[in-house]
């Protein structure tokens, strides 16, 4: 989901990369300006410094971004993945380097400003270090701050001035300006450049002779605090979206591709789709692709979060950025470039920190209304102090206070900082959050729909069960069984040969094999005529079935499983029972979600025995079985008539339409693309307790959101009547202000501490 409204059909949508912002009312301006423009929907972040915008076909690149830079702003396309790529090659994108320039700029300034300044508020607030020309030593010092180190503010609060437009740099200009001059007027119009003239610090303002007042502290002081406030700022930024870049960064570099059976290393941009490639032990799998040569296991944490390696043979699909942890495979590229899932990731989480949630858009309605009041609020507080007869320092004095404290930095950084966090570390989890409308979602849920296949279980059958007639030993069952089934490419078989596989280790080779569609396959393994089948098999082999094995497959097959009847030399010599087996984590994930507050609804196609089977091993109390396809939407539509608000997790094509309609739709990343793209949450990895991350990671986000805005708009609402009443130096609410961006920040990176659930030790 996206900021945006719903694009027309022959609609564009188009990434600018903005520069020149400094804060909330910058990022309303350049979106008020793009949204005059006939049939534009823009958005536009403040925090990943882009912007977003859907574009009639009409209304060109160059038009944009000539209409952005008319607001004074700098605009330009991200570069091609090509040229991406090539950048990132060389050291870093353009974007990057650019963003690099103006963080050691504003690292020089600070550096300048903090030594010049120092000396200035100590000489200001320490009688005993003023001597006798301190006072004009400390316009030398600190002329250089409020001019050059300043002059960012200044300069982008002329062009905003040019524009008709007052930001956050028009507050700490005017402030600081004011200050300078104002000090400027008392040396050397009043009386304050008199050789040893003595004044002491106050944190309040007290009423004085403004022509003996300097305010040169004030002027160096607030423009050190407030370059501070921004160089930790900017640096947050990029430590924010590190997981994002780090993200991106995972894929392999160079692969060994195999062409016409000659093995030769190329740059993994020119792989194409259908290319073999070789992986080593230890290497990065370069793309997604399939397994067309070995058997290895597939290290896949850094994309999905999941610890354990991953078994992969020829046949299976394979992710790129993966680490291959065993044997040499040989892959077929399937996709390649943007089209990959780690590319697919990546895209998502973007899509979801441009993105803004309707808290961020009251915040975004408050910042640009805010400046404006604040100038007025200023000289309404000037004209006050004037009229109640106070001296025009102290006047001056708590109108510069006024328009210092109240730059709304922190509820510009309040929401886009905490989803940058939030978003990069649920990626690194396998969650993908596909936009900030979610978080709100996730709040208001309590209740979720879970599907059966390959949601709660493994969608995959399995050996669930093995039943040996008496005298029989059950790892000769498992090897004459197990065997004759490895020549069958039926699912119950594949079942059966890799769990006998698994218990008893090798399985001999039939000397002979024939399939029978629907009944099962005969065979000779080891001298022995082995039958394994339905009973009509047997039967047709006047085989008489054994009673106590009967007895068993009655059992299995009233629990819904699938049951397999094993014979050879003429005589029943048990059973096997397949069946789609739960996920080791599904309980555990279940119960996890019980004391998140959401009461799980196990929904499936499969008949109510098998569902009742599967939801009694979960822990999951209420069933609605026998549903078709077309009928989930409608379950789901059904709960939230009830006045409930519903999440529902599933993976398949068929689970598109009930995703789409419930309030929250997860999907796991295992999954159809279908699904995915129909869901607000994706699972990279297929297991509940990503469900349970998914959920906790979006509830603390919106949390963390919820509690930096409460930061920003309480520190506002209470500092500006104490800097309008006097009560607040203007230096010190230079620092407050450049604090309070600091703590929003730094709220924002705890998520970055976030811990994915662990599985409960098993009993």
Same mark, same amino acid.
């Given at each position: ?49 882009? *912007? ?9 690149? !160059? ?11 700098? /605009? ?28 050691? #700029? ?23 270090? &003023?001597?006798?020309?301190? &006072? ?13 180190? @300043? ?35 008392? %040396? ?21 002779? +403004? ?38 960064? %995972? +894929? ?32 990065? =799998? ?50 390649? +470039?943007?089209?990959?899932? %780690?590319? &697919? ?32 609020? @200023? ?15 102290? /006047? ?33 989890? +396998? ?9 709100? #979602? ?21 050996? /669930?069960?093995?039943?040996? *007639? ?12 197990? #065997? ?67 007895? #068993? ?62 939801? @009694? ?46 309030? %929250? ?10 699904? =995915? ?81 662990? !599985?409960?030790?098993? /009993?």
């Amino acid at each position: 989901m996206t900021d945006l409204a719903t694009p027309a059909a022959d609609d564009r949508v188009v990434e600018l990369d903005i520069g020149g912002m400094t804060c909330a009312s910058c990022a309303m301006r350049i979106e008020k300006k793009l949204n005059r423009l006939d049939g534009v929907t823009a958005t536009v972040n403040y925090a990943t410094e882009r *912007a977003r915008v859907s574009a009639p076909v009409g209304v060109d690149d !160059p038009e944009l971004i000539a209409t952005v830079e008319a607001a004074g702003y700098r /605009a330009q396309l991200p570069p091609p993945p090509a040229a991406a790529g090539a950048a990132e090659a060389a050291g870093a994108t353009p974007v990057e380097a650019r963003a690099d320039a103006e963080l050691r #700029s504003l690292r020089t300034r600070l550096i300048a400003a903090i030594a010049l300044s120092v000396p200035v508020i100590l000489l200001a607030m320490i009688p005993a270090l &003023q001597f006798t020309y301190w &006072q004009w030593a400390s316009l030398a010092l600190a002329a250089p701050v409020v001019t050059w180190a @300043a002059w960012p503010f200044h300069r982008s609060a002329l062009v905003n001035l040019r524009h008709g437009a007052a930001t956050m740099d028009t507050l700490v200009s005017l402030g600081v300006s004011a200050a300078f001059l104002w000090s400027l007027y008392a %040396l050397f119009l009043g009386t304050a450049g008199t050789p040893g003239m003595v004044h002491g610090f106050e944190f309040t303002v007290a009423p004085s002779d +403004g022509a003996s007042n300097l305010y040169l502290e004030v002027a160096a002081g607030v423009t050190m605090f407030v370059l501070l406030g921004r160089y930790l700022e900017k640096r947050s930024k990029r430590a924010a979206g590190a997981a994002l870049r780090a993200l991106i960064e %995972l +894929g392999a570099k160079d692969v060994a591709v195999l062409r016409d059976g000659v093995e030769s290393r190329i740059p993994v941009e020119q792989l194409a789709v259908g290319d073999a490639f070789v992986v080593r032990p230890g290497e990065k =799998i370069a793309t997604d692709g399939v397994v067309v040569e070995g058997r290895s296991a597939v290290d896949a944490s850094l994309v999905t979060g999941e610890s354990v390696p991953v078994e992969v043979e020829t046949g299976d699909a394979v992710i790129g950025a993966t680490v291959n942890a065993g044997g040499r495979l040989v892959v077929r590229a399937t996709r390649v +470039g943007a089209d990959t899932q %780690l590319a &697919q990731m990546a895209r998502l989480v973007e899509d979801a920190q441009a993105g803004k949630a309707e808290v961020q858009r009251l915040a975004d309605r408050v910042a640009g209304v805010f400046v404006p009041i604040v100038i007025l609020i @200023a000289i309404a507080t000037l004209g006050v102090w004037f009229g109640a007869g106070f001296p025009p320092a102290a /006047a001056f004095t708590a109108a510069v206070a006024v328009l210092i404290i109240a730059c709304p930095c922190a509820l510009g950084l309040a929401t886009p900082t905490a989803l940058l966090v939030g978003t990069g570390r649920g990626a690194q989890l +396998g969650v993908l959050i596909k936009g900030p409308e979610v978080l709100e #979602s996730t709040r208001r849920v309590d209740t979720i729909v879970l599907d059966k296949t390959g949601t709660v279980t493994s969608g995959r059958m399995s050996l /669930a069960g093995v039943h040996a *007639a008496d005298g029989v030993d059950e790892a000769d069952l498992l090897r004459l069984a197990g #065997s004759l089934e490895h020549a069958s490419e039926h699912p119950v078989a594949k079942a059966i040969a890799d769990g006998a596989a698994a218990r008893v280790g090798g399985l001999p080779t039939p000397e002979s094999f024939e399939n029978r569609p629907g009944l099962g396959v005969h065979g000779i393994v080891d001298g022995h005529l082995v039958l394994v089948g339905r009973r009509a098999l047997l039967a047709e082999w006047a085989i008489d079935p054994d009673p106590e094995v009967e007895a #068993s497959a009655a059992a299995a097959e009233a629990e819904g499983r699938t049951v397999v009847v094993v014979a050879w030399d003429g005589r029943v010599r048990g059973a096997l029972t397949v069946a789609d087996a739960v996920k080791a984590t599904s309980a555990d994930a279940v119960g996890r979600l019980r004391r998140l507050g959401l009461e799980p609804i196990l929904l499936t196609g499969d008949n109510a025995t098998v569902a009742r089977q599967v939801a @009694a091993e979960v822990g999951i109390e209420q069933v609605i079985a026998d549903v078709l396809p077309a009928d989930k939407a409608a379950v789901v539509a059904r709960l939230q008539e009830e006045g409930r608000t519903v999440a529902m997790v599933g993976d398949g094509v068929n689970d598109a339409a009930a995703l789409a309609q419930a309030d %929250l739709g997860i999907a796991m990343g295992t999954g159809s693309d279908v699904a =995915i793209e129909a869901a607000d949450l994706t699972l990279v990895r297929g297991d509940l307790l990503a469900a349970v991350d998914a959920i906790r990671l979006s509830r603390r986000t919106l949390g963390i959101i919820r509690g930096n805005l409460f930061w920003a708009f309480a520190y506002n609402v209470a500092a500006i009547p104490l800097a309008a009443l006097g009560l607040l130096n203007p230096m010190l609410a230079g620092a407050a202000m450049a604090f309070s961006s600091v703590f929003v920040v730094g709220n924002s990176l705890r998520l970055r501490a976030f811990r994915s659930a662990v !599985p409960a030790p098993r /009993a």
